[in-house]
């Protein structure tokens, strides 16, 4: 099916373990995106790729590697996950054409709680 | 750096009543401004794009209008269903080079529409 797909939907870690999230989309967008989403702060870039093996820091990249290997898949890897890094992940995708951006899509999330 | 803002950030309304949302963001240089829905604990569906050269775009009972000079953008639903009630969330894609252009996105309007 075409789109973006997440996985796992729902993870519990305990403190320190090493988690990732998987990202896959099936339209080759170049631009890929990883948001957490926190009561109180809305959506935070953690990460982005503008192409595959091109990848940049977003507003809270502390504690998060990224990687983009191929350009349908962007893994999120939570290091030694911590309580703070309890949230719901979304990622998404787009094209940045010549018509000045096109429209993101977003993943369904995976809530992940660190205990 | 981009900011964006919603108002109101609640607005719970009898069910037919035609409703405004307002998104205000700081830095005027996007590439286009994308409203979104997103019903509790669940992923981000996109409603309406509006392109920076673009004035508003209609689906159905939704109208978007996007005035970029005064850093605006409304979200108007014509006769509010049930249906409707979810979190409404307004994104900008900046064209300056900080963080690939990403979408910056305002704190929600969290809609309820009563029977």
């Known amino acids: 099916d075409a789109g973006i797909t997440q996985s796992p939907r729902y993870k519990i870690t305990e403190t320190g373990r090493q988690v990732t999230l998987m990202c896959h989309q099936t339209w080759s967008h170049s631009y890929m995106f990883w948001y957490r989403q926190d009561l109180g702060h809305g959506l935070r870039l953690i990460y982005y790729?503008?192409?595959?093996?091109?990848?940049d820091k977003g507003e809270v990249p502390d504690g998060y590697v990224v990687s983009r290997s191929k350009t349908e898949n962007f893994p999120l890897t939570l290091e030694s996950a911590t309580r703070s890094q309890t949230s719901v992940y979304f990622c998404a995708s787009s094209e940045m054409g010549v018509a000045s951006g096109t429209e993101a899509f977003f993943g369904q999330g995976t809530r992940l709680t660190v205990v | 750096k981009q900011e964006v803002t919603q108002i109101p950030a609640a607005l719970s309304v009898p069910e037919g009543e035609n409703l405004v949302l307002n998104c205000s963001f700081t830095?005027?240089?996007?590439?286009?401004l994308q409203w979104f829905r997103q019903d509790p604990g669940k992923g981000l569906t996109s409603l309406l794009l509006?392109?920076?050269?673009?004035r508003e775009q209609t689906s159905g009972r939704l109208n978007a209008s996007l005035d970029k000079s005064s850093g605006r953008s409304t979200l108007y639903i014509a006769a509010s269903q049930p249906g409707d009630s979810a979190t409404y969330l307004c994104a900008v894609r900046g064209r300056r080079q900080n963080y690939g252009q990403n979408f910056v996105f305002g704190p929600g309007t969290r809609l309820s529409v009563l029977p």
């Open positions: 790729s503008a192409a595959a093996d091109i990848t």
């Open positions: 830095d005027s240089a996007i590439y286009n």
């Open positions: 509006i392109q920076s050269s673009q």
